[in-house]
C-alpha cells in the first residue's frame, strides 16, 4: 500500500523508505515464525539432520534479510544517502528472497510426508511450488530493480515497483507457508 502511494506521488521518498522497512520487517516476521515452527514440524516427520541444516539456512537468509532491509530503510528515512540506500536494500531483500525460496518447497516436503492421499499431496505442492516460483521471480525483480535504481534511473519508482513486488511475494509465501505449517502443527 506504501509502495502504491509513493508511485501515485505522494511523498515518494519517505514511502518508499517506509516501504522499505515494512518488507524487511515481513521477512524478518516470516523468517522468525518458520524457524520458531519448523523444529517442531522436523521432530514429528524425520530425524534428518541435513534437512535441519537445509531448511535453517533458508530462514536465517530471510531474517537476515529482513534486519538489514530494515536497518537499511532506517537510515534512508533519517537521510543518509536515501536513493542508494534504498537501492541496496532492495537487492538486499530480493537476495534474501532468493535465497529462502527453497524454505518453501522444503516445508512442504516435510509436510507432505505426513499425508496419505496423492489429491491433497498434490494440491499443495501445486500451490506452494507457485509460491516460491513468485518468491524467486520478485527476489531476482528486486535485484535488477535495485541495481537499475543504483545506477540513477528513476530511482524512486524503481524502488517504490521492487518494494510492491517484493511486499506482494512475501504476502502469497507467508499465506501458503501459514496454511501449511498450521495444518502440519494441528494435523
Known sequence: MLA???LAGILPA???????IAVGAALLFEGAAVAGRYRDLLKRVSENEIEATELGGGVSAEALGGLAGIALGILALLGV????????AMIVLGGALLLSAGTTARLNDLHLRRTTSDTVRMIARDAVSTAAGTQVLAGAAGIVLGILALQGLASVVLIDVAALSLGASVLLTGTALGG???AALTG
Open 81 to 88: 544517502a536515501p536513493m542508494a540506500l534504498m537501492s541496496v
Open 14 to 20: 519517505y514511502l518508499a523508505a517506509i516501504a522499505t
Open 4 to 6: 502504491i502511494l509513493a
Open 180 to 182: 501449511k505449517m498450521m
